[in-house]
């Protein structure tokens, strides 16, 4: 409030001396004043999301009715203080981060009770609290600490050099500020940890989800060579066959050895054999569709599912497949070697009849008629056609 010009003399209260010096409807006025700026300042604090938007609010209500005074807003910072302006002078620079050993705001952050001087020369605690000149001291200081999660963890500080400027009604209208202020810094924490726990909380379930992809696909994946292994194969055999049941479409299998494979290991050792495993899924992801399914079966043998694939489409693939490996050389660490593949092949036309372990074995006896008839070639099986009777629908189509 802007009413303390005149000198109080000793002994008597300041409420005794407005009620001698300012009428009381001015008095009423000026206090109805102030009491709605702090309604307002409480609203706008209530709505904060950072302590800067705090001393924001903080600052517009102390300029406005303290622009004549130094207010300082504390913020403790683990062994330090810092302190904002809020009216006033600004904070000089070796002020505004203090150790909090130090500083009249420093005694109160560490006691947690409130400084109230009215005269810091009429004051018989001015040799107790200040080592310093009391010369150059404020004659008027008023500090109050504000909690939060049951520490201190700042306090508002205001100086004036008119004696009695922050009297008892500042000290109340003080007291109710530091209030709010407690509250809404208590809102905004608990904000701000629910938001760092749900980030938190959000990167969690992303790792996890990451985690549980890659067990996923470890679990579905064969080690050697990047491709699906069995178990992932039995599984989409049966959603090929859920497909071609319910859409009637016709869908093809390979099985694929390589031949002679045995040899490899026994001249150049099983690292070279993992070498061809490695390189055998690479050049089959190159010559087969992007929508082809390609898994390791177990040992030298891989399956292919073709899609949408009759007959005659999954022959002139398997051709294609067998002549680019017959063309390819294979890489070692001591030498390049060429190898041959056979395939067995079966088309999945009769759709009541689909089962996934008999497509492969159906797929299965047609690779060991290619082995047994001399390798480095391709079969056909059909359950209702011979061999033969197949070979010739194809070299018509």
């Not at 292994?229 to 497909?243: F, G, T, V, W």
Request: charged share 25%; hydrophobic share 35%; net charge positive.
């Amino acid at each position: 409030m802007a009413i303390a010009a005149t000198p109080i003399t000793q002994g008597k209260n300041l409420l005794d001396l407005l009620r001698q010096t300012v009428p009381p409807q001015e008095r009423a006025i000026e206090l109805y004043r102030r009491l709605l700026a702090i309604n307002n300042l409480s609203g706008l604090m209530g709505s904060a999301k950072s302590v800067d938007q705090l001393h924001d609010f903080l600052g517009e209500y102390f300029q406005e009715c303290f622009h004549d005074e130094q207010t300082r807003l504390c913020i403790v910072e683990g062994s330090h203080y810092r302190r904002l302006c809020l009216s006033g002078a600004p904070v000089p620079k070796l002020e505004n981060y203090v150790p909090i050993t130090h500083g009249m705001a420093g005694s109160v952050l560490k006691s947690g009770t409130r400084l109230w001087i009215p005269d810091t020369k009429a004051s018989d605690k001015k040799g107790k609290l200040f080592r310093a000149n009391t010369e150059s001291l404020p004659r008027s200081i008023l500090i109050i600490p504000f909690w939060a999660r049951g520490k201190v963890i700042g306090c508002l500080e205001m100086t004036s050099n008119r004696p009695d400027r922050l009297d008892e009604i500042e000290y109340h209208l003080g007291t109710i500020v530091a209030t709010h202020l407690s509250a809404s810094l208590d809102n905004i924490l608990t904000r701000q940890e629910l938001a760092s726990a749900n980030a938190r909380l959000k990167d969690h379930d992303q790792r996890l989800s990451q985690l549980n992809e890659k067990l996923k696909q470890l679990a579905h994946t064969d080690e050697s060579t990047g491709l699906y292994n069995k178990r992932r194969l039995l599984e989409q055999l049966d959603m090929e066959i859920a497909r071609a049941r319910r859409y009637g479409e016709v869908f093809s299998c390979f099985m694929i050895d390589i031949d002679d494979f045995k040899s490899i290991n026994d001249r150049y050792g099983h690292q070279a054999g993992d070498d061809v495993l490695k390189q055998t899924g690479k050049l089959l992801c190159q010559s087969l569709r992007k929508s082809d399914f390609i898994a390791r079966y177990g040992g030298e043998e891989f399956t292919v599912l073709l899609p949408r694939t009759n007959g005659a489409g999954a022959y002139r693939a398997a051709e294609n497949l067998r002549s680019n490996f017959m063309s390819h050389a294979f890489t070692l660490p001591s030498a390049k070697v060429r190898i041959t593949i056979s395939i067995g092949i079966t088309s999945c036309t009769i759709f009541d009849r689909l089962d996934a372990r008999r497509i492969i074995r159906r797929a299965d006896d047609a690779l060991y008629r290619a082995k047994r008839s001399g390798k480095n070639r391709v079969c056909f099986n059909d359950e209702n056609e011979s061999s033969e009777e197949k070979v010739r629908i194809l070299s018509n189509a």
